[in-house]
């Protein structure tokens, strides 16, 4: 509690609206941290370990876009948000950006007023049953009882895919995944849904996780990518293109390893020198210094190396990479070009 | 005279035996408690066996518990399918539970100390016929003290906030007497006068005497839950009491003010007053502002808790008869005498176990604070650690702990107001 507020609340009264809208980035740059709203702790996500450093695939976006901002990985002030907290958050200004495995939506896009600024993780709502219930594909849960999160887009996916398949199903709503969990182990409903990458990680965690099955049908597109406010397009495009610098260079080769040497001096491939700043002047053009690419690789590594840490098949989560992986490999990964 | 008149007369005492077992000892004690009737026999029987069930299954699991893995797949290749509890979560995870995962752990002495003063502070309060009155003065430092345990920062900003608090009193004593109106205005006047130019002589040193600053929103865990716990308890109770009296006032502004403020607090649920505190009061201040959100949740708690308490202390009130304020009246005190003297100290002791009954309420719906994202013991949980990778799926240890250190504090409010109303009993039951 900063003494001045604390004796400013004491004195208070007079509450100055003043609010001079300056750009955020000005904001970041004078605060010297990025305000960068995650989870309260998803595992594989965002969660702060044993000595309270936050690590995760949504994580490595924050850290990314503050080394692109000030070539310091650390300097992020993660604010923790709820499903219910994260919009009002983001929009009221507490935060300047929100990585928060959020599904970019249209109305989330127009109407609550958000910029999302690109897709780092491509999921979809599935289904898991206990392999003793003997169902093979979503569509014979006819009748079954659903574990849902109440709250999310999950509940109206499911509720939009049942009523096209012409089958029913009685809701058991709850409110977190580690509730949901305890009632599906529980038996307290035949199936849970929810995001694949979700499910995976949670049958992850069980005593036996091979009488537990993913149902191949994947119901919704679940786009979870990071949003900033509306109106600060200057902002939106540095978010947009460091997550973009690290889908590339993934494509390019580039990794933590190896940037340093590919920055060090001009290489044989002109993107990669555009990229890293060793050619042309990208950097200037968001208003960061040319290196700010190379910042963001060193520090948390390309998109691939950020996925196979926190998630990635080696993990107790143990993911695929299917869309997930680069348009070269089938996945969906596009980056416009660095020019 | 030899030949004896009677049968038998024993000239001395027989010595005291000790009762026959069957009257004495346990087996006494068993007869009537546990085997009294047929009935109360097979219930007792019935009572063990399921005693004996419970902990059939949770005796194993207590004590196959492992303590040292780092993970609860390396807790499940330890128990080899066993059953057995994985506390190494507790052991890794202590500091977190306690202090929140932002706390400095080098600072923890800072808040452990604060916490065991409470206790030094607490007692003349709370056994005000066994210490001296004259104690009472470390009673009103202490929230000045933990203050600067807990936030650090420099020793400045209590000072300043104390001096202001003292200055207020003193306007009030000295022009109270004459007239409520000023004393109350002048006081508040003279303390906001006194933050104001302590505040910037604070800011202006804010290195004298400075402990290591921890901000607000670095606070968690159980440490969380008794900040808030203990503060809107005692904040709570003197505004419950004017609440109380004020709804009961014959003027009739401040009893509509009273009456509105506790019906409309009492008609919305805590958490849609917590969401208030940490959301749409986002939207009205202007950015960049972040009025404390501890301080802000605080405020909230204690208006909840405090209408709710008015309530129980107009019970108290009601219940009095009404020849003891007509008693008052004819001794010829005023409004505030008569209250302080007669009726507040019978009105309070018949309400006891309706104030703890909100005391012990209240300290547990400190953890709904998980909802807006602060850290509280169940926000730790139901976060950051569940949400890590080695500790998903841990649930039974976390919040049985959570449960324990719940249960500690609230059994012990409980004790002390049961051993409260037999000091205060006055009457000869």
Same mark, same amino acid.
């Given at each position: 509690?900063?003494?001045?507020?604390?004796?400013?609340?004491?004195?208070?009264?007079?509450?100055?609206?003043?609010?001079?809208?300056?750009?955020?980035?000005?904001?970041?740059?004078?605060?010297?941290?990025?305000?960068?709203?995650?989870?309260?702790?998803?595992?594989?996500?965002?969660?702060?370990?044993?000595?309270?450093?936050?690590?995760?695939?949504?994580?490595?976006?924050?850290?990314?876009?503050?080394?692109?901002?000030?070539?310091?990985?650390?300097?992020?002030?993660?604010?923790?948000?709820?499903?219910?907290?994260?919009?009002?958050?983001?929009?009221?200004?507490?935060?300047?950006?929100?990585?928060?495995?959020?599904?970019?939506?249209?109305?989330?896009?127009?109407?609550?007023?958000?910029?999302?600024?690109?897709?780092?993780?491509?999921?979809?709502? @599935?289904?898991? &049953?206990?392999?003793? $219930?003997?169902?093979?594909? %979503?569509? !014979?849960?006819? #009748?079954? +009882?659903?574990?849902?999160?109440?709250?999310?887009?999950?509940?109206?996916?499911?509720?939009?895919?049942?009523?096209?398949?012409?089958?029913?199903?009685?809701?058991?709503?709850?409110?977190?995944?580690?509730?949901?969990?305890?009632?599906?182990?529980?038996?307290?409903?035949?199936?849970?849904?929810?995001?694949?990458?979700?499910?995976?990680?949670?049958?992850?965690?069980?005593?036996?996780?091979?009488?537990?099955?993913?149902?191949?049908?994947?119901?919704?597109?679940?786009?979870?990518?990071?949003?900033?406010?509306?109106?600060?397009?200057?902002? @939106?495009?540095? &978010?947009?293109?460091? $997550?973009?610098?690290?889908? %590339?260079? !993934?494509?390019? #080769?580039? +990794?933590?390893?190896?940037?340093?040497?590919?920055?060090?001096?001009?290489?044989?491939?002109?993107?990669?020198?555009?990229?890293?700043?060793?050619?042309?002047?990208?950097?200037?053009?968001?208003?960061?210094?040319?290196?700010?690419?190379?910042?963001?690789?060193?520090?948390?590594?390309?998109?691939?190396?950020?996925?196979?840490?926190?998630?990635?098949?080696?993990?107790?989560?143990?993911?695929?990479?299917?869309?997930?992986?680069?348009?070269?490999?089938?996945?969906?990964?596009?980056?416009?070009?660095?020019? | 005279?030899?030949?004896?008149?009677?049968?038998?007369?024993?000239?001395?005492?027989?010595?005291?035996?000790?009762?026959?077992?069957?009257?004495?000892?346990i087996?006494?004690w068993l007869r009537?408690n546990l085997f009294?009737?047929i009935g109360n026999s097979i219930m007792t029987i019935a009572s063990f066996f399921a005693l004996w069930w419970a902990l059939d299954a949770v005796w194993p699991w207590l004590t196959n518990g492992?303590?040292?893995?780092?993970?609860?797949?390396?807790?499940?290749?330890?128990?080899?399918?066993e059953v057995g509890a994985?506390?190494?979560?507790?052991?890794?995870?202590?500091?977190?539970?306690?202090?929140?995962?932002?706390?400095?752990?080098?600072?923890?002495?800072?808040?452990?100390?604060?916490?065991?003063?409470?206790?030094?502070?607490?007692?003349?309060?709370?056994?005000?016929?066994?210490?001296?009155?004259?104690?009472?003065?470390?009673?009103?430092?202490?929230?000045?003290?933990?203050?600067?345990?807990?936030?650090?920062?420099?020793?400045?900003?209590?000072?300043?906030?104390?001096?202001?608090?003292?200055?207020?009193?003193?306007?009030?004593?000295?022009?109270?007497?004459?007239?409520?109106?000023?004393?109350?205005?002048?006081?508040?006047?003279?303390?906001?006068?006194?933050?104001?130019?302590?505040?910037?002589?604070?800011?202006?040193?804010?290195?004298?005497?400075?402990?290591?600053?921890?901000?607000?929103?670095?606070?968690?865990?159980?440490?969380?839950?008794?900040?808030?716990?203990?503060?809107?308890?005692?904040?709570?109770?003197?505004?419950?009491?004017?609440?109380?009296?004020?709804?009961?006032?014959?003027?009739?502004?401040?009893?509509?003010?009273?009456?509105?403020?506790?019906?409309?607090?009492?008609?919305?649920?805590?958490?849609?007053?917590?969401?208030?505190?940490?959301?749409?009061?986002?939207?009205?201040?202007?950015?960049?502002?972040?009025?404390?959100?501890?301080?802000?949740?605080?405020?909230?708690?204690?208006?909840?808790?405090?209408?709710?308490?008015?309530?129980?202390?107009?019970?108290?009130?009601?219940?009095?008869?009404?020849?003891?304020?007509?008693?008052?009246?004819?001794?010829?005190?005023?409004?505030?005498?008569?209250?302080?003297?007669?009726?507040?100290?019978?009105?309070?002791?018949?309400?006891?176990?309706?104030?703890?009954?909100?005391?012990?309420?209240?300290?547990?719906?400190?953890?709904?604070?998980?909802?807006?994202?602060?850290?509280?013991?169940?926000?730790?949980?139901?976060?950051?650690?569940?949400?890590?990778?080695?500790?998903?799926?841990?649930?039974w240890?976390?919040?049985g702990?959570?449960?324990?250190?719940?249960?500690?504090?609230?059994?012990?409010?409980?004790?002390?107001?049961?051993?409260?109303?037999?000091?205060?009993?006055?009457?000869?039951?």
């Open positions: 509690m900063k003494k001045s507020v604390l004796l400013g609340a004491m004195t208070v009264a007079g509450l100055a609206a003043g609010a001079a809208a300056a750009g955020t980035l000005d904001d970041v740059k004078a605060r010297g941290k990025l305000n960068c709203g995650v989870t309260t702790g998803l595992v594989g996500f965002a969660a702060p370990d044993a000595n309270g450093n936050w690590d995760g695939f949504d994580v490595g976006v924050c850290r990314a876009v503050a080394a692109a901002v000030f070539g310091d990985p650390t300097a992020v002030e993660f604010v923790p948000t709820t499903g219910k907290t994260r919009f009002t958050a983001l929009a009221s200004g507490e935060i300047d950006m929100l990585a928060r495995n959020t599904t970019w939506t249209f109305s989330r896009d127009t109407d609550l007023k958000f910029d999302f600024v690109g897709v780092n993780y491509y999921d979809g709502q @599935g289904f898991m &049953v206990p392999k003793a $219930l003997g169902v093979s594909s %979503a569509k !014979e849960l006819n #009748g079954a +009882t659903v574990c849902i999160q109440t709250g999310t887009t999950t509940e109206l996916n499911l509720a939009d895919f049942f009523r096209a398949n012409n089958i029913t199903y009685t809701p058991v709503p709850i409110e977190t995944n580690a509730e949901a969990l305890q009632q599906y182990l529980a038996g307290a409903c035949d199936t849970y849904t929810t995001d694949a990458s979700g499910l995976a990680a949670s049958r992850a965690t069980f005593e036996a996780p091979a009488d537990h099955i993913v149902l191949p049908e994947i119901i919704s597109k679940e786009p979870l990518g990071p949003l900033v406010r509306h109106g600060d397009n200057d902002w @939106g495009d540095i &978010v947009r293109w460091t $997550l973009n610098a690290l889908i %590339a260079a !993934e494509e390019l #080769g580039i +990794t933590s390893a190896n940037v340093a040497e590919l920055s060090a001096a001009p290489t044989s491939n002109p993107e990669i020198n555009r990229l890293l700043g060793t050619e042309g002047e990208l950097g200037k053009m968001i208003g960061l210094d040319g290196a700010w690419a190379k910042n963001a690789i060193a520090a948390v590594g390309n998109y691939g190396e950020v996925f196979e840490k926190n998630i990635g098949s080696n993990t107790a989560i143990g993911l695929a990479r299917g869309l997930n992986a680069q348009w070269t490999d089938g996945g969906l990964l596009y980056t416009p070009p660095f020019r | 005279m030899t030949r004896a008149t009677e049968a038998f007369v024993r000239h001395q005492m027989l010595p005291q035996v000790p009762p026959p077992s069957s009257q004495a000892g087996v006494k009537e009294s009737s492992v303590w040292t893995t780092s993970s609860l797949s390396q807790c499940r290749e330890v128990l080899q399918g994985c506390f190494s979560v507790l052991a890794e995870r202590w500091n977190q539970l306690l202090f929140g995962f932002k706390y400095p752990a080098e600072l923890y002495g800072r808040p452990t100390a604060a916490f065991l003063l409470l206790f030094i502070a607490a007692a003349p309060v709370l056994f005000y016929k066994t210490f001296p009155r004259y104690l009472l003065i470390v009673t009103a430092a202490y929230p000045f003290i933990a203050f600067w345990f807990i936030w650090g920062g420099s020793i400045l900003v209590p000072i300043v906030a104390a001096l202001g608090i003292l200055g207020a009193m003193f306007v009030f004593k000295k022009y109270g007497n004459q007239n409520f109106a000023t004393g109350l205005f002048g006081g508040i006047a003279a303390a906001l006068v006194i933050w104001w130019l302590g505040g910037k002589i604070a800011d202006a040193m804010p290195n004298f005497l400075a402990l290591q600053e921890v901000a607000s929103r670095d606070m968690g865990g159980f440490m969380l839950n008794m900040i808030l716990g203990v503060v809107c308890v005692s904040l709570s109770l003197p505004f419950g009491i004017l609440l109380a009296l004020g709804r009961r006032s014959d003027m009739l502004i401040i009893k509509w003010i009273c009456v509105l403020f506790i019906e409309f607090i009492r008609g919305v649920p805590l958490i849609t007053l917590l969401f208030v505190a940490n959301v749409v009061l986002a939207y009205f201040l202007p950015p960049g502002t972040s009025f404390d959100l501890i301080l802000r949740v605080i405020i909230m708690i204690t208006m909840f808790s405090s209408a709710y308490i008015a309530e129980v202390i107009r019970g108290g009130l009601a219940a009095l008869p009404k020849g003891q304020y007509e008693a008052a009246d004819s001794l010829g005190l005023d409004y505030a005498q008569a209250m302080r003297l007669i009726i507040l100290p019978q009105a309070l002791k018949i309400s006891i176990p309706g104030i703890v009954n909100v005391a012990v309420g209240l300290f547990k719906d400190t953890t709904l604070v998980s909802v807006i994202s602060m850290f509280d013991l169940v926000g730790m949980i139901r976060g950051p650690i569940l949400g890590s990778t080695a500790w998903n799926g841990v649930y240890e976390l919040f702990f959570a449960a324990l250190l719940f249960f500690v504090v609230c059994y012990g409010i409980s004790q002390y107001s049961q051993w409260l109303e037999r000091q205060l009993r006055t009457d000869h039951r």
